[in-house]
Protein backbone atom coordinates (compact mmCIF):
# COMPACT_ATOMS: atom_id res chain seq x y z
CA UNK A 1 0.00 0.00 0.00
CA UNK A 2 0.93 3.56 -0.64
CA UNK A 3 2.29 6.34 1.75
CA UNK A 4 -0.42 8.71 3.25
CA UNK A 5 0.04 11.87 4.59
CA UNK A 6 0.15 10.58 8.31
CA UNK A 7 2.66 9.77 10.71
CA UNK A 8 4.07 5.92 10.05
CA UNK A 9 2.00 3.20 11.99
CA UNK A 10 2.50 -0.38 12.77
CA UNK A 11 -0.36 -2.44 11.29
CA UNK A 12 -0.98 -6.15 11.79
CA UNK A 13 -1.81 -8.05 8.55
CA UNK A 14 -3.03 -11.56 7.75
CA UNK A 15 -2.85 -12.93 4.11
CA UNK A 16 -6.43 -15.08 3.54
CA UNK A 17 -7.74 -16.97 0.56
CA UNK A 18 -5.80 -14.22 -1.56
CA UNK A 19 -6.34 -11.54 0.25
CA UNK A 20 -4.67 -9.06 2.75
CA UNK A 21 -6.56 -8.32 5.95
CA UNK A 22 -5.61 -5.61 8.61
CA UNK A 23 -6.62 -5.66 12.20
CA UNK A 24 -9.08 -2.68 13.13
CA UNK A 25 -8.52 -2.00 16.93
CA UNK A 26 -11.69 -0.57 17.56
CA UNK A 27 -13.96 -3.27 15.76
CA UNK A 28 -11.76 -5.70 17.26
CA UNK A 29 -11.45 -7.49 14.11
CA UNK A 30 -9.11 -8.35 10.39
CA UNK A 31 -10.95 -6.58 7.86
CA UNK A 32 -10.00 -6.44 4.22
CA UNK A 33 -7.56 -4.09 3.10
CA UNK A 34 -9.23 -1.88 0.51
CA UNK A 35 -7.67 1.68 -0.40
CA UNK A 36 -9.71 3.05 1.57
CA UNK A 37 -9.68 1.11 4.95
CA UNK A 38 -5.52 1.85 4.07
CA UNK A 39 -6.60 5.05 4.70
CA UNK A 40 -9.18 4.81 7.32
CA UNK A 41 -6.84 2.89 9.95
CA UNK A 42 -4.00 5.30 9.32
CA UNK A 43 -6.82 7.95 10.60
CA UNK A 44 -8.21 5.90 13.42
CA UNK A 45 -4.31 5.48 14.41
CA UNK A 46 -3.74 8.84 13.91
CA UNK A 47 -6.96 9.73 16.45
CA UNK A 48 -5.42 7.72 19.16
CA UNK A 49 -1.86 8.18 18.98
CA UNK A 50 -1.50 11.89 17.76
CA UNK A 51 -5.13 13.53 19.09
CA UNK A 52 -5.23 10.85 21.61
CA UNK A 53 -8.64 10.02 21.86
CA UNK A 54 -9.41 6.82 23.95
CA UNK A 55 -10.77 3.85 22.02
CA UNK A 56 -13.81 3.47 23.94
CA UNK A 57 -15.06 6.56 22.36
CA UNK A 58 -14.49 5.68 18.55
CA UNK A 59 -16.90 4.15 16.53
CA UNK A 60 -16.15 2.80 13.04
CA UNK A 61 -18.25 1.88 10.00
CA UNK A 62 -21.67 1.91 11.62
CA UNK A 63 -25.24 2.31 9.89
CA UNK A 64 -27.24 5.16 10.05
CA UNK A 65 -30.55 6.04 7.99
CA UNK A 66 -31.00 9.55 5.84
CA UNK A 67 -33.84 9.71 3.76
CA UNK A 68 -35.21 5.98 3.61
CA UNK A 69 -31.64 5.39 2.79
CA UNK A 70 -28.86 3.31 4.59
CA UNK A 71 -25.19 4.94 4.74
CA UNK A 72 -22.58 4.26 6.61
CA UNK A 73 -19.82 6.22 8.37
CA UNK A 74 -16.34 5.99 8.45
CA UNK A 75 -15.38 7.07 11.97
CA UNK A 76 -17.24 8.91 14.87
CA UNK A 77 -16.04 9.99 18.16
CA UNK A 78 -18.05 10.67 20.88
CA UNK A 79 -17.92 12.64 24.07
CA UNK A 80 -18.39 11.42 27.27
CA UNK A 81 -22.15 12.65 27.37
CA UNK A 82 -22.78 10.37 24.30
CA UNK A 83 -23.15 13.04 21.69
CA UNK A 84 -21.10 13.21 18.78
CA UNK A 85 -17.92 15.13 18.71
CA UNK A 86 -16.24 14.36 15.66
CA UNK A 87 -17.17 12.34 12.19
CA UNK A 88 -14.91 11.48 9.83
CA UNK A 89 -15.19 10.40 6.33
CA UNK A 90 -12.35 8.54 4.53
CA UNK A 91 -11.79 8.29 0.85
CA UNK A 92 -9.16 6.72 -1.27
CA UNK A 93 -6.56 8.59 -1.67
CA UNK A 94 -6.85 8.61 -5.33
CA UNK A 95 -10.50 10.54 -4.97
CA UNK A 96 -10.07 13.86 -5.18
CA UNK A 97 -11.52 15.60 -2.01
CA UNK A 98 -14.26 18.27 -3.23
CA UNK A 99 -17.80 19.57 -2.40
CA UNK A 100 -19.23 16.74 -3.05
CA UNK A 101 -17.15 14.81 -0.48
CA UNK A 102 -18.03 17.71 2.01
CA UNK A 103 -21.79 17.72 0.98
CA UNK A 104 -21.92 13.85 2.10
CA UNK A 105 -20.49 14.93 5.32
CA UNK A 106 -22.91 17.40 5.94
CA UNK A 107 -25.80 15.18 4.87
CA UNK A 108 -24.40 12.79 7.66
CA UNK A 109 -24.35 15.62 9.92
CA UNK A 110 -27.68 16.29 9.71
CA UNK A 111 -28.38 13.20 12.13
CA UNK A 112 -25.45 13.02 13.88
CA UNK A 113 -25.20 16.71 14.90
CA UNK A 114 -20.65 16.50 15.57
CA UNK A 115 -18.91 19.25 16.97
CA UNK A 116 -16.26 19.07 14.38
CA UNK A 117 -16.16 17.39 10.75
CA UNK A 118 -12.49 16.18 9.31
CA UNK A 119 -12.67 14.92 5.69
CA UNK A 120 -9.34 12.78 4.66
CA UNK A 121 -7.88 10.81 1.63
CA UNK A 122 -5.05 10.11 3.64
CA UNK A 123 -3.18 12.65 1.87
CA UNK A 124 -4.80 15.99 2.25
CA UNK A 125 -7.06 16.31 5.26
CA UNK A 126 -9.59 19.06 6.03
CA UNK A 127 -10.96 20.20 9.37
CA UNK A 128 -13.96 21.94 9.91
CA UNK A 129 -15.98 23.06 13.33
CA UNK A 130 -19.52 23.35 12.69
CA UNK A 131 -22.06 26.38 12.66
CA UNK A 132 -25.66 25.43 13.40
CA UNK A 133 -26.94 28.82 13.99
CA UNK A 134 -25.58 29.86 10.73
CA UNK A 135 -26.08 26.82 8.80
CA UNK A 136 -22.07 26.35 8.00
CA UNK A 137 -18.94 25.24 8.58
CA UNK A 138 -15.55 26.97 9.14
CA UNK A 139 -12.43 25.26 8.27
CA UNK A 140 -9.45 24.73 11.13
CA UNK A 141 -5.82 23.73 10.79
CA UNK A 142 -6.70 20.48 12.77
CA UNK A 143 -9.11 19.48 15.19
CA UNK A 144 -8.33 19.73 18.59
CA UNK A 145 -6.75 17.02 21.45
CA UNK A 146 -8.11 15.06 23.66
CA UNK A 147 -9.39 16.65 26.82
CA UNK A 148 -10.63 15.02 29.54
Same mark, same amino acid.
Given at each position: ?????????????????????????????????????????????????????????? #?? =?????? @?? &???? +???????????????????????????????????????? #?? =?????? @?? &???? +??????????????????????
Amino acid at each position: MELLNFPKYSFRFKNRENKIYIFDAIRKKFVVLTPEEWVRQHTVQFLIQEKNYPISLI #NV =EKELIF @ND &LKKR +YDIVIFNSDGSIFLVVECKRSKITINQQTFDQIARYNMIL #NA =EYLMVT @NG &LNHY +YCTMDYEAQQYHFLREIPDYKK
